[in-house]
């Protein structure tokens, strides 16, 4: 079975930071496309950041660039989104989610359609 554990959320402060993780496992690691996703409040869920082991390409929406960082670690399975300089805007129920690159097709990272697979989400608060 496919499992992807996300954990790591909490509650921090404007300008503060968190970090979280989304182990895989049921899945080639060295094949997988891990994509963190959120849903702010009254909102649709969006892309945050993704990374592609099979070629090691990382993408990340505008709001992420320059205060966010994906990495995997190839030992643990474990994808990881740094996150700093955190605002309230950024308060939401983030997901990580995943898909086999070599079965299957990613035309655009932040399409939920392209991943099968969903951990639960794991709620970040920022209060300010």
């Known amino acids: 079975d496919v499992q992807l554990q996300a954990s790591g959320g909490g509650s921090v402060q404007a300008g503060g930071s968190l970090s979280l993780s989304c182990r895989v496992s049921?899945?080639?690691?060295?094949?997988?496309?891990i994509t963190w996703f959120r849903r702010a409040p009254g909102k649709e869920r969006e892309g945050v950041a993704c990374?592609?082991?099979?070629?090691?390409?990382?993408y990340y929406e505008d709001f992420a660039k320059g205060r966010f960082a994906i990495s995997a670690d190839n030992v643990w399975n474990t994808v990881y989104l740094q996150m700093r300089n955190l605002q309230s805007g950024d308060t939401a129920v983030y997901y990580c989610?995943?898909?086999?690159?070599?079965?299957?097709?990613?035309?655009?990272?932040?399409?939920?359609?392209?991943?099968?697979?969903w951990g639960r989400g794991t709620q970040v608060t920022v209060s300010s």
């Open positions: 989610a995943a898909t086999n690159t070599d079965t299957s097709e990613v035309r655009d990272w932040d399409d939920l359609d392209a991943y099968p697979y």
């Open positions: 049921g899945l080639p690691f060295d094949d997988v496309a």
């Open positions: 990374i592609s082991n099979s070629d090691g390409n990382i």
